[in-house]
């Protein structure tokens, strides 16, 4: 089993339809979890940082983590086509300080107008 | 807004050619990593750095690969003798100092070709 399972997509959705994003992993040291924003051919842009389980809301992203489960979600509501892009789900453990990040595949996103 | 910068954007090499890569990651972070994506996979971890010394290193880290803080501001990668699967994007990231982990930040990447 893979340490972070992601589909790939693609995704296609129409432009203000709410999208859900998932992983699910198998770690149970894991205990920060992030969703990241990749542009084609740019580097991973950070979206959302969650601490252990619960939600966490930022405008029109809100991250769902149930660590019972192993599972994380990322929602957009009022999707715009600017948010067209793959999204990277990452997570670590408690390292002390430092992070080393465990992705997702991550999963391209289309939003069309 | 801070950002981490990485030079250059795109580096083509010869196959058994030494390579470095340069980023200057953001003033008051004090951890240091590197990633890479090879096209078409996810990212990976190779290496963390703090206190000029290796925290973690992955497998895909070996003896062709080391890192460096040659002065106060740039962090280096050099592969010794490039192979052709080291082709991907090389990613630069850093966080902030603290007991708990804080959220990395990435640089653009550089696109390493070898030929």
């Known amino acids: 089993q893979k340490e972070v399972e992601q589909d790939p997509g693609p995704l296609s959705v129409p432009e203000g339809a709410i999208v859900s994003l998932n992983c699910t992993y198998s770690?149970?040291?894991?205990?920060?979890f992030m969703w990241y924003r990749q542009y084609s051919r740019k580097g991973p842009e950070l979206l959302m940082y969650t601490y252990s389980s619960g939600n966490k809301e930022d405008g029109r992203f809100t991250a769902q983590v149930d660590k019972s489960s192993k599972y994380i979600s990322l929602f957009i509501r009022d999707s715009q086509p600017s948010d067209s892009a793959t999204y990277l789900c990452a997570m670590s453990g408690d390292s002390g300080g430092y992070q080393k990040v465990t992705f997702g595949i991550g999963t391209k996103l289309q939003v069309i107008p | 807004e801070p950002e981490v910068t990485q030079t250059p954007s795109h580096q083509v090499t010869q196959m058994g050619q030494e390579v470095i890569l340069r980023c200057v990651p953001i003033?008051?972070?004090?951890?240091f990593y590197w990633y890479r994506q090879i096209l078409g996979q996810k990212v990976e971890f190779l290496v963390s750095f703090y206190n000029n010394e290796i925290s973690e290193k992955s497998e895909i880290f070996d003896d062709q690969f080391s890192v460096e803080r040659p002065d106060g501001s740039n962090f280096t990668l050099k592969i010794r003798s490039t192979k052709l699967e080291d082709s991907a994007m090389y990613f630069c990231a850093s966080s902030e100092p603290g007991q708990k982990n804080t959220e990395a930040f990435f640089g653009q990447g550089t696109r390493l070709t070898v030929v």
């Open positions: 003033s008051n972070h004090l951890y």
């Open positions: 770690n149970s040291a894991f205990q920060y």
